[in-house]
Every structure is written in structure tokens, then in C-alpha cells.
């Protein structure tokens, strides 16, 4: 089966400081049990009745609270049936990944055991993060835990049934229950690194991000260098994309 993808830029994000350009983005895979969400945004009532944490959040990275950025908002300008989106896969469940759960109570949502557990209690050094009223009366979930097999190298948990092939991989660090999601076809791969490793781990010029390396295993893990090695051998392969794609900004 193609790959056949569409990313969508669900809250733009510019801040006075640091001066940086980012996206909050989610991607729409076609698969063999219909759509497929990775990441969910922002959800409507988000911006339309934002909490105090959406409301500040947002406004100290400047993302508009424009409900036309929502995911499903997008997909209906776009032609496209929000009711063909029939699995949502979460890489976290921080408000500006799960917040669009909300808009899609159909969808089966596939996530780690151990992020639904500390979103719902809060824990983790940024558990501040988690707004569980906005997901919680969802009642179509499917919990993941042990990891079955690997992936390049990485423990992976395979998602069954599923055409293409997609895996999670577990990557605490940023949150509790962090995964990575690798999709494809067994020759070409798309990893969605989601917060594990925006992309200092590789070379894009003047404008790239460089935290400090203290900073990224603090609110990322210890990933980077692990994605830089997978970056050098694999790249030809595996196309690599993050939750925000940070950059400088002028």
C-alpha cells in the first residue's frame, strides 16, 4: 500500500522570545481501516472556550485562536469527511496534541498506557501540560504497554491490521508515555518524532534550532543522538518530521 499523507499546520507559533517559527501540526494517513490521525491539535473548544491554561499557552506563543486551524476544520475545507478519520494515533497528550480528540468522538484513539495515566493524574515535570476535561468523555480507546518487537533498532510496539505498517515507539522523556510513530511500507518509512527530538538532530542550515544539549534531554529525552545516528545511516529511507519544526526566526 502507498504512502499517501497529508500534514496539516493546526496552530502556528511565534513568540516574542525566543524569536522562533513552528507549526503544531498533525497528519492524515490513509490506511487499509480508513483515516488515520497522528496527533490531534488543537480542538474547537479550544479556541472558542479556551481554558486558563489554552489561554495562556496560546497566547505566549502566539498561536490564533482561530477555530478554522482545528483539524477537522481543515479537513472539511479540504473536501474531505471528518468521518472518514476513524483512528487517532497521540504521540502525548499535552493540549495542543490531544486537545481535537474532542472533535472526532467516533475515532478509536490509540495511545500508551503509561501517557493516558500521568495526563489523567498530571504527572511529569511538565504535566502542567494536560487538560483532561477536554478528552476525558471520550470512550474509544485502545492502551498500549509492553513493546513486541523493534524498529531500526528502537523497541516498538506494532499496531495490528493496520495497511501500511505503523509502529509506536516508546520515548519518555518529554512526557511519561511519549511515543514516537513510525508508519510505512517496509521499504519506505515517515517517523513522526513528536516531541522526542525536533530537528536539531539534523542539518538545515542557519536558521536550525541547537538548545542546549542539557535542555534537550530535559525536556526531551535522551534521543538526540540515537535520531542523529538514524538520521546519518537511514535517511534516504525514512522521512523525518516533527510535532512543531522548530526554526530561527528573522
Known sequence: MSL?????NCG???????KILAGTYCLLLETNQGGLLIDSGYG???FKHPDWKTAFFTGYIRTPKNPDLCVINQLQSGGIDPHSVKHIILTHMHLDHAGGVADFPWATVHVHLDEYEAATQHRGRLGIGYLPKRWQ???LWHF???PDTSWFGFDAISLPGFEPQI??????GHTQGHCMVAFGDGNKWVLQTG???YPSFRETGNRSIQPPSWFQRWAMGPYL?????LYRDFGSQITFLSGHEFEKRK
Open 167 to 172: 509502529f509506536l515507539i516508546p520515548t519518555p
Open 12 to 18: 502556528p507559533i511565534r513568540p516574542i522570545y525566543p
Open 44 to 46: 474547537i473548544n479550544d
Open 225 to 229: 543522538s540515537p535520531l542523529k545516528n
Open 4 to 8: 499517501n499523507y497529508t500534514i496539516f
Open 144 to 146: 498500549y504497554n509492553q
Open 195 to 197: 516531541s522526542a527530538g
Open 137 to 139: 468523555p471520550h470512550t
